[in-house]
């Protein structure tokens, strides 16, 4: 069981030991490189404010630590951090830049009124995502009438499942999968004309340092060639696996 009294807060100091940045983690978070901040190269200038703290006490002493020193891009303070501190991106300013490519992007967007309506009953009642219980299923949630067969309960697996024993494959099946059915020689020939013969592509592919994936699709006549290597035909072998389409029906 993890110690719940694993979190602690740190902060980033210039050289003038001014802080830059305040950030709350555990183990080795306070190292990590964060989306638009850097830990400073002198690891002398990381510093942790107050450890062994609960998850909860940690974000509490974050936004506070956050408070007291202010963030540049209000204007309030020293600070680098772009939010205020705390579970979420509470108080996150976006750049003039990331405004206008936002604003670019829904111009000319006109959702109808069912769209809308199906958003807003969605999104109306978020408590069966964030009550954290793992045993709620997913397909218990708001407006799922509104995508049907995309998740199905357990019911419906069962059903499914009785209805497949005992079924056979037909013979227009067997016939236009026949190659799963028996083993093939494949005869290859190499970019110097040396040819080769194997039943087995993929540990003939690792041998001379091929993709036998592409390999295979060269065999089955989707590309001409890999590396230079081609594959002249692939022949049936005189003896096939026990399992055969008549051992099937």
Known sequence: MKNSQRFYTYAYLREDKTPYYIGKGQGKRSYSKQKYIKPPKDKSRIIYLKQNLTEEEAFKHEIYMIDVFGRKDLGTGILRNRTNGGEGTSGYNHTEKCKELISSL?????????????????????????????????????????????????????????????????????EKNLKRFLNYNYTIKSPDGKIYTTNNMKEFSKIYNL?????????????????????????????????????LL
């Open 211 to 247: 993709t036998s994936r592409l390999m295979t699709s060269v065999a089955q006549g989707k590309y001409k060639q890999h590396k230079g290597w081609t594959v002249v035909s692939v022949d049936e072998l005189v003896q096939p696996l026990p399992r055969t389409p008549q051992d």
């Open 106 to 174: 829904k111009k000319g967007k006109c959702l109808t009124l069912e769209h809308k309506k199906k958003l807003s009953m969605i999104r109306k009642d978020r408590k069966w995502w964030n009550d954290g219980s793992r045993e709620k299923k997913f397909y218990d949630y708001p407006g799922k009438d509104w995508f049907p067969g995309r998740l199905k309960n357990e019911e419906i697996k069962i059903k499914y499942g009785k209805s497949n024993i005992g079924r056979k494959p037909t013979k227009e099946f067997l």
